[in-house]
Structures are given as C-alpha cells and as structure tokens.
Nanobody, 125 residues
Framework: QVQLVESGGGSVQAGGSLTLSCAVS???????????MGWFRRAPGKEREVVAS???????SYADSVKGRFTISKDNNKNTLYLQMNSLKPEDTAMYYC????????????????WGQGTQVTVSS
C-alpha cells in the first residue's frame, strides 16, 4: 500500500554532513499528510533506535544523541521526508530507516506501520 524509499546515504569524515531523503508513494496524499513520520537507525551489534520524529503538524523531536546536529523536515507536496545530519560522528554510523505511523502524533516509543529498506551512513574518524 504505502511504500517508502530512502536515499542519500554514504561515507563521510567526522564533522561532515549528509542529507537523507525518504520518498513516499502509494496510499493517499491526505493520509500521508496526517501521518507521524520519522527516522530510525541500527548500528552493528546495537538495537534499533528512533533518531528523529515529526508529527503531522510539524512538531519535531530528537534523540538526545543527535539534538543540535540533526534536523528532520518534510515536504507534503513532494511526498518526501528529510533528515539533515551535520557534525557527524563515528557513532552515527548505522543503517538508517524511514518509517511512517498511521496516526498524526509520534508518541513516545513509537514504531512504524510502514518501513523503507534503509540507507547506509558511514562516518570515519
């Protein structure tokens, strides 16, 4: 039904920047606009964690580890979710996943109903 495809991953040196994009298709525009959206990541040997979330009304939240460095945004007209990552650290190395929840608010501890396949981010020292 709803498909999400991530792009923009790559390899950068510590202190560098990357912008991830998540293209959404399927479903309806109105439904997508009312969804909670966010980015998750999973590093090798670690559990999946939510990195950033954005409610339907645009309210954003971030994991403590990325506050001040990452910015989540969305463009409903382009059906695209973004994650701007600045001042990257080696600990940010992970597979990053885009997710959507069929609810307008990203409640604490939320998980997605729809998931992308992921895009790899590697940060070197």
């Amino acid at each position: 039904q709803v498909q999400l495809v991530e792009s923009g991953g790559g390899s950068v040196q510590a202190g560098g920047s990357l912008t991830l994009s998540c293209a959404v298709s399927g479903g309806t525009y109105s439904a997508y606009s009312s969804y909670c959206m966010g980015w998750f990541r999973r590093a090798p040997g670690k559990e999946r964690e939510v990195v950033a979330s954005i409610d339907a009304d645009g309210t954003a939240s971030y994991a403590d580890s990325v506050k001040g460095r990452f910015t989540i945004s969305k463009d409903n007209n382009k059906n695209t979710l973004y994650l701007q990552m600045n001042s990257l650290k080696p600990e940010d190395t992970a597979m990053y996943y885009c997710a959507a929840r069929r609810y307008p608010i990203c409640l604490s501890g939320w998980s997605g109903h729809y998931w992308g396949q992921g895009t790899q981010v590697t940060v070197s020292s």
